[in-house]
């Protein structure tokens, strides 16, 4: 018998978990989140980080277990993608000089926070009894002022794809939908014909599309109206009641999008960062600068919170400067200055 006082034991970390494979873990993660009803597309992304966090202990010689996830181990991850990881390595549609070197604060945040919620939920539930990612910290992310696209840009933009070729055809109509309906990329591509209810005029972007998990409705005008009725006849050579198809027929992938709205956005001579995002940002900011509520801003963009609406719109430089030129406070202060002035005296 111990009989020294105060005496403890240690436990090993690994009373938990110690015998399973990170791969195990995963899927009962993954498996719950899907109980949840978490929408494809989250579950796309955690199955997409998690393998891209794999493929990085394969790539240093870290085995797949749960003991091998050391704070340090989830610490040099970060450092690998801030500082070695190359942009865009291995993408097909883009070049070298696109490839640099270290991923940004906010792409290494994104891809953090699937680990981080997957061991978090791993010790919730008693799977594990140890969350080795519990003092991760994020990376501090600069904070960017979002330069929306101008009216005549918009246009510009319109006017760039070859509306005499399907594919021109179809990101034509992309694009409408965006700025008309304030839509996010995911929820154009998921729409289906029957998300379109031509007699009202409406658009419904279903519960199980939406990040948020609350369905929505949005108008749109009569213009984008009749492309879309145009673009469901060109598809009808297609076995898909999807609206935005590759040209073989395939719902259409979210990159391939982007990179060819980045193209257009090139061949309209834009110089800004022109992503599918940005046309949210943007039909919201005009919005706001036209005269248009913050609560039924808030309902188009599908928003509970006012603050996450008002974070989505960046008011440009003219509407800064001519705020700033009615309400100056300077105006009140040189008024009673403003008299006619005397410039020369009398001989």
Not at 138 to 146: H, N, S, Y
Not at 299 to 307: E, K, M
């Amino acid at each position: 018998m111990d009989r020294r006082i105060g005496k403890r034991y240690k436990f090993n970390r690994d009373t938990k978990g110690a015998d399973k494979q990170l791969d195990d873990l995963f899927a009962i993660f993954i498996n719950a989140k899907a109980s949840e009803g978490r929408s494809k597309r989250t579950i796309e992304s955690y199955t997409e980080y998690y393998r891209y966090f794999c493929n990085y202990m394969d790539s240093v010689g870290i085995e797949r277990t749960f003991t091998a996830v050391t704070p340090n181990a989830l610490r040099a991850y970060m450092n690998w993608m801030l500082h070695g990881q190359r942009k865009w390595e291995g993408h097909p549609h883009k070049s070298e000089e696109n490839m640099t070197l270290g991923l940004s604060p906010v792409t290494v945040n994104t891809k953090m926070k699937a680990i981080k919620a997957m061991f978090r939920f791993l010790h919730e539930e008693g799977v594990i009894d140890y969350n080795p990612a519990a003092r991760i910290g994020k990376v501090p992310e600069p904070e960017k002022k979002i330069r929306i696209l101008t009216v005549d840009e918009m246009q510009r933009l319109l006017d760039a794809p070859d509306k005499r070729t399907y594919a021109g055809f179809r990101d034509y109509t992309a694009m409408h939908v965006l700025i008309d309906s304030f839509a996010r990329v995911g929820e154009l591509l998921s729409l289906r014909e029957s998300s379109i209810d031509f007699k009202i005029g409406m658009v419904h972007f279903d519960a199980e599309i939406v990040k948020t998990r609350r369905g929505r409705s949005v108008p749109v005008s009569d213009y984008t109206l009749r492309l879309l009725k145009e673009l469901i006849k060109e598809n009808a050579d297609f076995e898909s009641d999807y609206l935005f198809l590759s040209n073989y027929g395939e719902p259409l992938r979210d990159d391939r999008l982007r990179d060819r709205i980045k193209q257009h956005a090139k061949k309209a001579g834009i110089d800004a960062n022109v992503f599918l995002h940005l046309f949210r940002h943007t039909s919201a900011t005009i919005f706001m600068e036209k005269g248009g509520s913050l609560r039924h801003l808030a309902a188009i963009l599908g928003h509970t919170d006012p603050r996450s609406t008002m974070r989505y719109t960046t008011p440009s430089d003219r509407a800064l400067k001519a705020q700033h030129n009615a309400f100056s406070p300077l105006n009140d202060v040189l008024s009673p200055l403003k008299k006619p002035r005397k410039t020369k005296r009398k001989q």
